[in-house]
């Protein structure tokens, strides 16, 4: 089993920065990916970052060029910058042995209880 943390949420103005942290209990062995998805009120969740065993990453569309996800394992970062009130949501941290394929949340086995960001205008 693998066991997620996530940390640094908060409250900022549009155009501030935040850093999510993501502590896994155990580090992960052989090919995985790991996560950042997002959900806000009415919505699904959505994929916003991953990060594969060799660094290889992928991003939506709507974050590219303003967020960051690196991983220091045991410990997974998500760098947000230029914070828009659309980014407003749960975030989510998530884990699944393999590599990342296609990154939707049903992928995903692991996840973490989830902090909130809210970005006000």
């Known amino acids: 089993q693998v066991q997620l943390v996530e940390s640094g949420g908060g409250s900022v103005q549009a155009g501030g920065s935040l850093r999510l942290s993501c502590a896994a209990s155990?580090?992960?062995?052989?090919?995985?990916?790991m996560g950042w998805f997002r959900q806000a009120p009415g919505k699904e969740r959505e994929g916003v970052a991953a990060?594969?065993?060799?660094?290889t990453t992928t991003y939506a569309d709507s974050v590219k060029a303003r967020f960051t996800i690196s991983n220091s394992a045991p410990t997974l970062y998500l760098q947000m910058n230029s914070l828009k009130p659309e980014d407003t949501a749960m975030y989510y941290c998530?884990?699944?042995?393999?590599?990342?394929?296609?990154?939707?949340?049903?992928?995903?086995?692991?996840w973490g209880q989830g902090t909130q960001v809210t970005v006000s205008s």
């Open positions: 155990t580090l992960l062995g052989g090919s995985y990916c």
């Open positions: 998530a884990a699944k042995f393999g590599g990342c394929g296609t990154v939707q949340p049903a992928h995903f086995a692991y």
């Open positions: 990060i594969d065993r060799y660094g």
